[in-house]
């Protein structure tokens, strides 16, 4: 039986093989729209899915990363010997920032109702039982939860990263301006 990172990593890695054989006839910005079009697409289509998995898939989905950033940078790789130089130059955030970065999307969608209705239904204000100074911070409530599995379902997991958001990034109304401050924060903690 095979988990979601299993069949993405396999699907990724035969994509990876087709873009190396026609790397060098192609441009780096060329090689660089394929390799997200095709290749980290697939990485971010099921990401929100792989919060809470095991160490061993996150490092497999990695793996797999940084296979496609030395592909990209092709004759430069070997310049960015380390796989978070190459990732840094390339812009991208590493398997695990990526995962939360998406978790957060969702729930800033959510919050402020452009997701689906029963997306937005899961996630609920944080209303402390009296007057604190966080009940005006824009925090979810998170929901108690016994299971290891249960705390990677969106409604729990959804708003354990929202809630571990600076207050400034969750005071942001406007969508663009919280995807570029919500990139930037991962990005600084992943390098």
């Given at each position: 039986m ?35 079009s095709?290749?980290t ?11 809470g ?5 996150i490092h ?20 960015f ?17 990526r995962?939360?970065f998406?978790l ?40 108690s939860?016994?299971?290891n ?21 969750r ?6 301006s ?6 930037t ?7």
């Amino acid at each position: 039986m095979y988990c979601v990172a299993d069949v993405t990593c396999l699907s990724a890695f035969y994509h990876i093989r087709a873009l190396r054989h026609i790397r060098p006839v192609i441009t780096d910005e060329v090689a660089k729209t394929i390799a997200c079009s095709f290749i980290t697409s697939r990485l971010d289509y099921a990401n929100s899915v792989l919060y809470g998995i095991s160490a061993k898939n996150i490092h497999r989905l990695q793996r797999m990363q940084n296979t496609l950033a030395r592909v990209v940078l092709g004759s430069l790789a070997s310049k960015f010997s380390h796989s978070t130089d190459m990732l840094c130059r390339l812009h991208w955030l590493p398997v695990q920032y990526r995962i939360q970065f998406k978790l957060a999307l969702l729930a800033f969608n959510a919050r402020s109702n452009n997701a689906p209705l029963y997306l937005s239904s899961l996630l609920h204000n944080y209303v402390p039982g009296r007057s604190l100074r966080s009940s005006q911070s824009n925090l979810l409530s998170v929901p108690s939860c016994k299971l290891n599995f249960g705390a990677r379902s969106f409604r729990v997991a959804a708003p354990t990263v929202w809630n571990s958001l600076p207050a400034d990034i969750r005071a942001c109304t406007f969508y663009g301006s919280f995807i570029r401050q919500l990139k930037t924060f991962y990005f600084n903690h992943a390098f």
